[in-house]
Every structure is written in C-alpha cells, then in structure tokens.
DNA sequence: CAATGACTTATTTTT
DNA sequence: TAAGTCATTG
C-alpha cells in the first residue's frame, strides 16, 4: 500500500476550520502555463463541475493544477482531498506531477489513488460492518474462477455446458451494476441456465466464510456500508471535501453510486473525462454516467478543454470527422495552434503479411527520414491494433528484418503461474486459513497428493469447520491417509507452521497456529522477509521443481521467480507485498534498446506518438463483428470511438491500413475495408500507392529497402499480388471516390460502397481467375460480392476487386 | 501421472 | 490455423 498514512489524521479531522486556513497570498507556479479553459477549470473550485477534455488537450495537467490549487489557496488539506483514477500508473503520475508543482512541500495525499485502493482502505477500517475481518484477502479472477467451479460442480450442473468462467463473467457483470444477490432484476434471472442469481448468493455467503472480497465487492461493500452508517457516511461526506475523478467516461454504476454517496453535501465534485474516449462499455463502463452529469448535478459547471497540444491539424480533423458520426456525443470541436502537417495516410495491400511487410519497411524508412521530414526512430513508433491475434503478424515480420519491437499487454508478470504458485505460498504462510491458496500449492511441486487425497482433507476440514490447512493436519493426525501421501502431508503441514515461525521470528504472537501444533523447534530471531521468502521457495522444493524440468520455459520461470525475490526489497514484510500485488498488477520493464511499440487500441488510450499506424481497418475485424452483433449501434459507437482513440494518439504522422484478404481461423477471406475509413474526410486523407505496382516489375518498393533481398520466395507471387490488387476495379474505385470522402453526411459518404453494383465488372456465368482460390464460375452478383463457385475452392463469397476475368489471368506471371 | 489425441473455440482488460 | 481443454490411454 501507498506510504502514506492518514490513519491519526481522520480522528483529529473536521475540527479544523477553513476560515483559519486564509488564503496565501504568494505566487501560484501551477497557474503558469494555463490556457483560459484549463484556467477556469482549475479555479472554478466550489460546486459540481465536469471537465470535458478532449484528446491531448492538457487533463492531467489541469487535473493536478487544480489539486496544487487547492492545496496552495489553504481551501483544502491534502488529506481533504479525495482524487480517484482507474489505474494505479494514472495515480501514480498524478502524484508525481502535484509533487512537481508543489515543489514537495506537500506531503503525500492519502486519498490519491484507485477506486480499488481507496475501498480497500475504507474496507479494512470497516470490515465488521460487513461480516468481515479487515485482514481479507483480496481474490483475483482466477481465484474467483476457482471458487465458482467448485460452486457449479456442488449444484449438481455440468460445468462443461456451463463454464465457471462464464458465471464469472456474470456474476462480474452484475457487480459492475451494484446488484446484490437479492437485486438481481427478472430480466437476468433466467443467467447460466437459472441459477446464476442462486450460485451468485452462495458465491458471496462462501467469500465471507473465506473471509475474502473480489474486486467487484471492493466497491460494493463500502457502497453497503454507507448505506447503512448515516453517520458514518456523513463523517466522510465531511473529511472529503474535495472529489476529483479521472477518466469519468470509464466509471460503472457502482461507482457512480460511490461518488454520489460521496459528493452528497457538498457537491464539490470535479470529474474529468471525455464521451468520445469511452471504450470500456463491454466491462461496464456506462459512458450515461458522463452524459448525465449536469443532471446529477445540478448547477454544474461545464468547462471544454479543446485545445490540442499534441497533433497536427490533418490527424485532428480526420479524428473529429470520423467522431462525428456517432449520435448523442456531449460534443467539442479539437483545434491546435500548430502545424496542418502531413495528410492522414491510407494504404490498401493485398493480404495482412503484406501489410506487415509494407510497415516493416515503412519503419526502416522513417528512421532514415523520408520527404525531407526528421527521422523518426522505433521508440516513437506505434503500431495500435484492434486485437492481440492481428500482433502476430508484425512480430513475425519484424522478427525475419530484425526490427526490435515491445509488445504492450499479453499476460503480466503477477499472473504468470509460477509467479502465483509462489505468491499462494506466502499466502497461505501469512494466513493459514486462505484455502485457494492451500489447494494451489497443495501439490505442486507434485506430492502425491491427488484428488483423492484432497478430498479427504475437504471433508476433515469441512466437518470440524476449519480451514483446510488445519483439515491436513486433522487428517494427518488421524492418518487418514495411506503412507506416501501421509508423510507428504504431514512435511507440508509442519513446512508451513516453520515458516510461520520464521515470520514471526522472536516476537512471537499467539496465532490460530500456535494453539495448533506442537512446537518444538527454536523460533529463529528475526529473518527477513526476502529471505523467508527465499526459504519457503527453497524448502517447499518449488524452485527445485523448475530446475528439473526441461521444457524450454523453465529458464524463464525461474528467471521470473528470481524477480519476485526482487520485488519483495520494497517491502516492509510478505503481508504488505501481497496486499500491493492484488491491487498493482503492473509490471513495466526498464528497456534501453529502442523498440518499435505493438500494443492494442485500448492499451494505448492516454498514450501518444510521433508515428502511429493503424492496421486492419477492414469491416468485421474493425469495427469488430462480434462487438456490433453483441450491441448493434452502441458497439458501433464505441468501435468508432476507438477508432477516434486510434488517431488521436498520433502526433505527426498516422497511417492507416487495410489489407483485402486475412486469414480468418485459418480460412481466407477476403475483407472490405472498414466503414470508418469511408468517415475520413478526403481533405485530410492522401491515399498511397506503394511503388512497383502496375506491373513495374522490380519497382522501388522492393529494390529501395535493405530488406527486400530478404524476400521470401514468393516474391514473385507477391508482386503479381499487388498489381492485381491495385488494378482491380475496387481499389480504383476507392480512388475515384475519394472525392467523396469529405462528405459533410457520412451517411453519403457511405454509398461510397454500397452503390458498388454499377461498377462491378463482372455478371453471373463469368468465369475468374481469384488469387487465392484459383478458377471459377461467378454465381451471384450483389453489389460489391461475387458469390463463386471455385472449381477447386468450393463456393465463396469473395469481393469483386480480388478477382479478375479468367482470359486476364494469363497477365499474371506464375 | 504423463503423454496423446479429440475436440472446441476464437475481442477489447483493469483492479 | 492454432491454442487450449479434456478425456483417454499406457
């Protein structure tokens, strides 16, 4: 947890007066540099007021101007000041950056940081009036996963036809709304398979008895404590004096709840965020709760940021024009006072590796500089896509060319099995009665404690009502196990109680365990944390069990394991580390090398670039098929936004790109660009053509790169590849049309596409040549889609641009 | 208990 | 396609 504590300060709080506090009267450094609207929004302190703040124009800047304000002007103290983010690296700028202003003189402000974070604070003061102890243990996903299946397989339902995973999801889902078992609406009744609202309340009564919370219940307890403490709210109500939120867009209904309950009084609610940035609506963001502000709020003040400071006025107006065509926006218009830059640039290729080639190339070039504009090297280079699986790709180009690059996302160093097989031990060394951690180290490293044995230890612990640390050592104390199993058991059983002792070292405290089991070694005198750590690793025989494994990952999991010992320098003792590592599951690496950025759209909000490419804007992989028919328009909506996100992160240069056809779980399809990009405004937009097509055989693509040697014996093929997709009708048409694409009515803009069928070239009963799928009859004509019956191929519905006339086939050399 | 093969499924992710 | 899960084998 953060170090600072408040915990005195609470007591000792509202008698302060703010009268006492005056205002000093010296100078206010966090004033410089303010444009007028970040101004108003950082003086503007008393009453609601939402801060709408555009891609890039300077949030967190006035954010923690208007917290140093605060602070400076004596109206609050820092630990009046109640200041919620979503991600623990936003809190953590945000500390920085007031540190910065105040010149340290601030000491820390113990109400900055995550919604998570601050109820676990709450929480654990409070913890009886939920039937807790405030030592909880926070549970993450696959705990809860855990838990669940056990829940399922006690129900009596199949867990094949019906995943814990996805109760999970539910259940999740549910929390995300602030619904308690009992509120579950009739509508979500009928939820894996009609019992999800009844395995939802036995999920909760099991976390008490576990005395644990997921991260939903963060949220929802304290929300339920206030609700039933008048006074106890009030007294907070009072202590936070000031409320300031980030990315508002992004909170659910609990904690949009939360806040209310909060702000109720006073009303000094400051939230920042932007409708246009809100891609979180399929884990329950409801971007309504920042749509509806000046309605929760009455006398709201409403402050637009909208100067940009970060991208040229082409990115911007192809942002704001692609933006536009989502409805019910609270609306701003992005300027900049800077340069018009280059045209968003748009690029069409024959597949996905030739885009990734095409990219790789385009890298190599910028770090040359091309047009006369400065090189741009790896580190200021994105490559945003809409979903992991498109990474590969690039990763697999970049590999062959050697072009460094840094994946963004992927699983994080705490979820890594051998991170959290490591961290269950020290959990269950720290609290004896964390059963999830019990039954994850159990066997591992393999005891020979199977299922059978297993349960044996369930059923001791669950008919004398302990934990099932305690059920082991019933059972081995009645041996009920058979001999390799029983003295297995009985070493775990005594390692752990060791270990505790370790921990406790000479100050021994009186402990579940001590009442337990007989002690007969010396408690050693104080050992470190780190190398209790080490010990437990050691003995436990976990660390050995990767060193006898040879499959190729061992290396690295003890690598890892390594840099967990690490991570425990920062900490006081294991409690506090456990404590930081369910809430922090962050993990960023020091990386001198610079490296080309690969990251999805989601991960990169808030982040920018001089260079960015957008690859894979095609119809079904962006916008994504799955999220328009899971929520029709809002999906659309919010695909849209990403897109916007998308381009907003480029500072200089964007360039989007689509390919006509991409593997699909392994069949090829053949893709229609996407709809955003018939949203660009062709003011704003060039359109590339990459040298050596039309037939230039061996044209400056190929030859003017260092890589192109490199190039795979397809070469050849490749080529053809391109020419044909350049040539054929749709990439001429798109051309042609480009004329079109600044359009005023998107809607306009869209026929673009849709009255394809005049230009289609061809009719049924016309025989083609496709690259792909070789010869075949045309069998169906509607607009822009050829069905065609392949001769060796099957039946397909391909897109008429990536065929030609079977009598042209013969133009193309292979 | 490990290895093998059938089978299935296939965004976005923080805490 | 390809990664992951699951059940069956040896």
Redesign the pocket.
């Known amino acids: 947890m953060s170090s600072f504590d408040d915990s005195d300060a609470f007591e000792a709080a509202s008698a302060a007066s703010l009268s006492a506090r005056a205002m000093a009267a010296r100078p206010m450094p966090h004033l410089d540099g303010l444009n007028p609207a970040q101004r108003e929004a950082v003086e503007q302190m008393e009453g609601p007021v939402l801060m709408l703040a555009g891609a890039g124009t300077g949030k967190t800047k006035a954010l923690t101007a208007r917290i140093a304000h605060l602070l400076a002007t004596g109206t609050a103290r820092p630990n009046e000041v109640l200041a919620v983010t ?5 809190a953590r700028e945000m500390k920085n950056r007031i540190g910065a202003l105040m010149g340290q003189a601030v000491e820390g402000m113990p109400w900055l940081g ?4 601050i109820c676990v604070k709450l929480l654990r003061r409070h913890a009886e009036l939920v039937d807790l102890k405030s030592n909880f243990t926070i549970l ?2 696959d705990d809860q996963v855990r838990l669940m299946k056990q829940l399922i397989n006690a129900a009596g339902i199949d ?2 036809r019906w ?1 814990a995973r996805q109760l999970a999801g539910i259940i ?1 889902g549910w929390k995300n709304r602030a619904l308690t078992p009992d509120k579950v609406p009739a509508a979500d009744a009928g939820a894996f398979n009609r019992r999800g609202p009844e395995l939802y309340a036995q999920y909760q009564a099991r976390l008490i008895e576990l005395n644990a919370v997921d ?2 219940d ?1 949220l929802l307890h304290v929300i339920r404590i206030f609700q039933e403490n008048e006074d106890l709210l009030a007294q907070y109500q009072r202590w936070f004096r000031y409320i300031l939120v980030d990315e508002y867009q992004d909170t659910n209904v609990a904690q949009y709840l939360w806040l209310r309950l909060l702000a109720q009084g006073h009303s000094n609610i400051c939230c920042v965020g932007d409708d246009d940035q809100s ?2 609506g ?2 329950g963001a409801e971007v309504g709760n920042i749509l509806r502000f000046e309605k929760d709020f009455p006398g709201a003040k409403v402050v637009r940021l909208e100067q940009n400071y970060r991208s040229t006025g082409h990115i911007l107006a192809a942002a704001s024009g692609v933006i536009e065509a989502n409805k019910g926006r609270l609306g701003k218009t992005l300027w900049t006072e800077g340069e018009d830059g280059e045209k968003v640039r748009l690029i069409g290729h024959w597949d996905g590796e030739e885009e990734a080639r095409w990219i790789g190339e385009e890298i190599e070039a910028m770090g040359q500089g091309t047009r006369g504009m400065d090189p741009i090297g790896p580190n200021d280079i994105a490559i945003l896509v ?4 498109q990474m590969r790709a690039f990763e697999d180009r970049f590999l062959t060319i050697g072009l460094p690059y840094r994946v963004i ?2 699983p ?1 160093f705490y ?1 890594r099995m051998e991170i959290r097989d490591a961290m269950a031990y020290f959990r269950v060394v720290v609290s004896p009665e964390d059963d999830l951690a019990f039954e994850r180290i159990v ?1 591992t490293p ?5 299922d059978k044995a297993q349960a044996t230890i369930q059923r001791m612990a669950r008919s004398n009502g302990v934990s099932l640390l305690e059920g082991a050592r019933l059972a081995v104390e009645a041996k009920a196990l058979s001999g390799k199993g029983l003295k297995e058991l009985a070493r775990l059983v005594d390692q752990v109680h060791h270990w505790r002792a370790l921990m406790q070292g000479g100050l021994r405290q009186v402990g579940p365990m001590d009442d337990l089991i007989e002690e007969d070694r010396p408690a050693a005198d104080a050992l470190s944390h780190i190398e209790l750590a080490e010990v437990i690793l050691d003995e436990s025989g976990y660390t050995a069990m990767w060193q006898n494994d040879k499959t190729p990952e061992a290396p690295g999991r003890l690598e890892n394991l390594k840099e967990l010992v690490k991570a425990l320098e920062s900490f006081e003792n294991l409690q506090g580390f456990l404590e930081h590592v ?5 993990n960023e690496q020091d990386d001198n090398e610079p490296k080309v950025t690969l ?5 990169a909000k808030g982040l920018e670039f001089p260079a960015v490419f957008l690859p894979g804007w095609e119809d079904g992989l962006f ?9 029709g328009l809002k ?1 659309l909506e ?2 849209r936004r ?1 897109a916007y996100v998308g381009i907003t992160r480029a500072e200089e240069v964007c360039t989007i790109s689509f390919a006509g056809n991409r ?1 699909v ?3 090829w399809q053949s893709q229609l660009p996407s709809r955003f990009i018939d949203e660009l405004p062709q003011a704003h937009v060039e359109i590339l053509t990459p040298p050596g097509l039309h037939g230039h055989q061996g044209g400056m693509a190929a030859s003017a790169s260092p890589v192109s040697g490199m190039m795979r014996g397809s070469d050849l093929q490749e080529k053809a590849a391109r020419a044909d997709v350049y040539n054929s009708p749709g990439w001429k048409r798109l051309q042609q049309n480009q004329g079109r694409f600044g359009m005023r009515q998107p809607s306009e803009a869209k026929n673009v596409t849709i009255d394809a069928e005049a230009v289609s070239a061809f009719t049924v009963g016309d025989r083609v040549f496709h690259q792909k799928f070789g010869y075949g009859e045309v069998i169906s004509v509607e607009g822009d889609k050829l069905g065609i019956a392949f001769d060796k191929a099957g039946e397909k519905h391909v897109v008429g641009r990536f065929v030609v006339a079977a009598d042209s086939a013969g133009d193309v050399p292979f």
């Open positions: 979503f991600t623990n690296k936003a995550t919604f998570h974070a993450d996903t867990e094949k995943p999740d991260f939903g963060l891609i979180y399929w884990r809409r979903a992991s699986h996302g992927g994080r979820e066997n393999k005891r020979g404690l199977g369910s809430l922090i599951m962050d990251m999805t759209l989601h991960a916008p994504s098929q799955r999220s328009m028919d899971e929520t999906g919010e695909e990403l593997r779980y392994g069949q």
